[in-house]
């Protein structure tokens, strides 16, 4: 049986925060499928915060690794839903 998994964070000052965020995304490259990312743009603004979708590959265990791990960041809200 395959294994569904949904990861939604929320990236709080991602001007700031992104860096170390990516630093985490590429470690965990190899563990993650998809990635979704979305913040408000308009002629005058770019959003300073925004949401990540991830499709990740893995164990319940790898993937509740990686929650963690994103937990661990300033700025960053790390949920999983779990599909199966």
């Known amino acids: 049986m395959s294994c569904y998994y949904i990861i939604g964070i929320r990236l709080d000052n991602r001007v700031d925060n992104a860096v170390k965020f990516q630093e985490v995304l590429t470690r965990n490259g190899c563990k993650i499928k998809t990635r979704l990312g ?35 960041l300033e700025g960053v809200t790390a949920k999983y839903i779990d599909l199966n």
């Open 38 to 72: 979305l913040h408000e743009v308009s002629d005058n603004a770019c959003a300073n915060d925004g949401i990540i979708v991830l499709q990740p590959y893995g164990s319940k265990e790898d993937v509740e690794s990686l929650v963690k791990e994103l937990n661990g």
